[in-house]
């Protein structure tokens, strides 16, 4: 066991990265962030930030030598990068682990070899695979670039096989997957906490709304059936297991209106969808990840309430701040802002949960308080 006063590496400064450091501190660890960018959310309240290139192998020695074990929160750190330090140091989750999510294509070909359901999907490399498409994908399917997509970016639907060779070219003919669009009735997701020996702690099964291919808000309890709850602990924690998996990861889901449960994609670090954790379990998401890096037990990740979590993009900005004394006036809303100075469309600059009794009065409340922060 990794006991507090030990120094944690991070690998990533964004908001993620930012709540690991919030959830070390207090737990007495000290943190160290290896980041390109100055002025990283994370970076600027770590004990330590070096700000450096996730190739940069002077720097990678240096956080080595000065911390006893290294993790992510995010899944496009070269997987070089982690194999290097991990020569070094204790790291998790793993090189191979992380390599294994870091392309749509492999990542799909790896669940779907589980026998675990993904959208009907062929591998886009040349125009040539366009050709050989015939019946195998219905339309309207989305193409989707297979490496650093995220947050929807990289992402066309297409009607047509010619609106494919077409969005194949705007994408620049880099890899793609394409995917039929499916039928959804809703969207949930799972975070999860694996440790070394293998023992798995769920989250509750979380409900996730996406406006514009970014999510938007999430709910737990979901009102999926307890089957399906069942059903997607079992092929998340599948999932984990197969990629010996060592630390907090999340599976996203679709449920179609068709009645299945497929998986859309595998993070390999904490979730946006996991955010209630912060205020509705005993435990964060982000402490179990503490707790999974240093080898000690998992906390309780029950729900403690029904939450609705808000994200807060830019676009909540305009030209002023938000009204955050209208969503500071209900006790029931829990604000998390992650320090970014500049308010961008679509950029995620925050997030609120709110706690309520049942999660139609979490929701009243998140609604109401979301049109309050916008009014001018
Ligand atoms: P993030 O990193 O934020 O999860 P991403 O860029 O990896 O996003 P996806 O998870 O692939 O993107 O897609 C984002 C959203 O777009 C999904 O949550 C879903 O709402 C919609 N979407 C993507 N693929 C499909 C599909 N095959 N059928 C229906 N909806 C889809
Ligand atoms: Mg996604």
Redesign the pocket.
């Known amino acids: 066991m990794i006991l507090p006063g030990a120094t944690l590496g991070m690998l990533g400064g964004g908001q993620l990265g930012r709540m690991f450091t919030t959830a070390a501190q207090i737990m007495g660890y000290n943190v160290i962030v290896l980041d390109p960018d100055t002025n990283s959310p994370a970076g600027v309240i770590a004990d330590q930030h070096i700000c450096a290139k996730y190739t940069d192998e002077a720097a990678l020695s240096q956080l080595a030598e000065q911390c006893d074990a290294i993790t992510t929160e995010f899944e496009n750190i070269p997987a070089a990068t982690l194999a290097f330090l991990e020569a070094k140091t204790i790291v998790h989750p793993s090189s191979q682990a992380l390599s294994s999510t870091q392309n ?1 294509i492999t990542e799909k070909q790896f669940i779907a070899a589980l026998g675990i359901p993904v ?1 009907p ?1 062929v591998a886009i490399r040349s125009t040539s695979d366009i050709d050989n498409i015939g019946t195998s994908i219905q339309f309207p ?2 193409i ?1 670039v297979a490496n650093f ?7 066309v639907v297409c009607h047509t096989i010619d609106d494919v060779y077409t969005a194949f070219r705007n994408l620049d003919q880099v890899e793609c997957v394409l ?6 009735e809703r ?1 949930v997701s799972t975070v999860l906490a694996r440790s070394q020996t293998g023992e798995i702690n769920n989250f509750p099964v979380a409900e ?3 406006v514009n ?3 938007h808000t999430t709910t737990v309890p979901s009102i999926i059936s307890d089957q399906q709850v069942q059903t997607a602990i079992q092929m998340a924690d599948k999932i984990a297991d197969a990629l010996g998996y060592v630390g907090v990861m999340a599976v ?1 889901f ?1 449920a179609s209106k068709e009645g299945d449960l ?1 998986v ?2 595998i ?1 390999p670090r904490p ?2 969808s996991g955010h209630f954790t912060l205020d509705a379990c005993p435990t964060s998401q982000f402490e179990q990840q503490v707790r999974m890096l240093c080898g000690l037990p998992s906390g309780n990740c029950e729900l403690s309430s029904a939450v609705v979590m808000v994200n807060l993009l830019g676009d909540v900005w305009g030209d002023s701040q938000p009204n955050w004394d209208t969503l500071l006036a209900r006790p029931e809303n829990h604000l998390h802002l992650y320090g970014k100075k500049e308010a961008r469309p679509g950029r995620k600059m925050g997030h609120y949960n709110v706690l309520a009794a049942t999660t139609a009065q979490a929701n009243d409340i998140a609604l109401q308080t979301f049109e309050a922060l916008q009014a001018s």
């Open positions: 749509r959208a999907f399917a989305i989707k997509g995220y947050d929807g970016k990289g992402q995917e039929q669009r499916i039928n959804l969207e996730n709304v996406h291919g970014i999510l996203e679709f497929l859309n994609e993070a979730h946006n």
